[in-house]
């Protein structure tokens, strides 16, 4: 174990080139949520050059790689590969290549640090226990972590670790939190149903947009006034729909939006508190209101033994000073709280930012600095081992 923890940069140095090529390749052709066929036959390629066993087609689209052995301690990597639709903007040579679809949220580099983990393992002849990599597909519409647990792909598993992107840190930082990490996500949506009438005689009708108008701002309001402001719920629409010409009353209005909140047990009331309120607005004015609400994730709660002991890791690696101890968890959600509902895990930000920053995640100008892949790769492979070393211990 000694040996492998310090030929980790000797390795890096001779695979980080064709890794970054690799990136730069899946950047270029980018793959939406449960539609990761080439990216996974790239990846499932690679694995198999290292000398890994691969599973495919696990989950739909995801992959599974085993090296060692896996009846004894196994500690698991989940990286993700879905990209967005979004139309890149950022103007690189390797620019996605499909319009409106680009790696806005930099599950590219998740990728490829994955498969550098699985290169230095392979390359220092690793056998004595179990590894596993779970190259997840469908992160982005918070389904692809369901599909491959429903497929066994934890089994066995002693712990999983996690990384991000995160530009809101420069390149060789990282974010770290124990406990709750990111928060609880729902889909809502809202159907107001009024009555139709002609635009000069509004007294006539019931006014649906009007009402999906009270409703947007009273739900916004209810939240400051009847919950409690230190348990924080974001309500937020994206999308209304409604009306069919200028002068004539809508009959229907759609509202479509997202729900975070960062305590389970609100979360789980918050699907009736809404239509309470809702439907209060609504008859009010005379009209109905439809609502459903869809559960898409929970909070991802990072185990504190774990993220101590990646925390340890990390220092050799980045240096105390360049950790950041996250205050606060994000209202962002993530699918990887569904994998460690049955197992400990832990997932950390990697600083992704170059010297003139980088714009926000799912957005068109997002551009990672590079460098950031081989600071990700050194601290999962240095935190895999340490994991498998404890696991053997107990």
Known sequence: MKDFEENIDLSL?????????IRRHLHSH?????????????????????????????GRTGLVAELGNQKGPIVGLRV????????????????????????????????????????????????SSGVRILFQP??????????????????GLNSLFGVHVY????VGK?????????????????????????????????????IAAKVVSGLQEAISRSLDALNPVVISFGKVSGGNAFNVIAERVNLLGTVRCLDSTLYERLPEWIDQIV???????????????RSIAPPVYNDPDLTNLLLNCSKNIVGEDNIVHLQKPSLGAEDFAFLVQ?????????????????????????????????????????????????????
């Open 30 to 58: 980018p793959e939406l949520s449960g539609q990761e066929y080439q990216t996974a036959a790239l990846v499932a390629g690679e694995l198999r050059k290292s000398g890994w066993k691969v599973k495919e087609g696990i």
């Open 342 to 394: 049955d197992i400990p895990g832990t997932m950390f930000r990697l600083g992704v930012a170059g010297k003139k920053g980088c714009a926000p995640l799912h957005n068109g100008l997002f551009s990672l600095d590079e460098r950031s892949l081989e600071i990700g790769i050194k601290i999962l492979c240095k935190t895999i081992i340490i994991a498998i070393q404890n696991s053997k211990k107990v």
């Open 279 to 293: 439907s209060n607005i609504a008859s009010t004015y005379g009209a109905k209101a439809i609502v459903k609400f």
């Open 138 to 155: 469908a992160e982005e519409i918070a389904q692809g972590a369901n599909w491959m647990k429903a497929e066994k792909a934890l089994e």
């Open 174 to 210: 990282i974010g770290i939190k124990s406990g709750t990490f990111t928060a609880a996500a729902g889909e809502l949506e809202i159907d107001i149903i009024g009555n139709g009438g002609h635009g000069a005689r509004p007294h006539e009708a019931v006014d649906s947009i009007w």
């Open 80 to 127: 993700d590969m879905d990209a967005l639709p979004i139309e890149e903007r950022t103007g690189l040579s390797y620019s996605s290549k499909t319009q409106g679809l680009m790696h806005a949220c930099g599950h590219d580099l998740h990728t490829c640090i994955g498969l550098g983990v699985a290169k230095v393992f392979s390359m220092n002849k690793f056998t």
């Open 13 to 21: 140095k001779e695979i980080l080139p064709e890794l970054l090529n």
């Open 167 to 170: 530009p809101d840190l420069s």
